[in-house]
């Protein structure tokens, strides 16, 4: 690493996008990937369908007790 940077010729928020939208990537442990893989598997659909539909559910299911 450098000491100094030169950031003279440096565009300030070059990429900045208004309204922009990041799809944050969640990370499943080992036990529960592989559950929500055999659901996936079992149902015919995609992985990230399936941890919505099983999310829905449980959100669901909290409002139901609150």
């Not at 309204?19 to 990230?48: C, E």
Request: aromatic content about 10%; glycine content about 8%; proline content about 2%.
């Amino acid at each position: 690493m450098r000491k100094e940077y030169d950031f003279s010729q440096a565009e300030q928020g070059k990429f900045f996008r208004k309204g922009a939208k990041l799809n944050m990537p969640v990370y499943l442990d080992k036990h529960t990937l592989s559950f929500v893989q055999g659901v996936a598997r079992r149902r015919g659909i995609d992985l990230s369908t399936a941890v919505n539909e099983i999310l829905k559910g449980n959100m669901r299911l909290t409002q139901l007790m609150e």
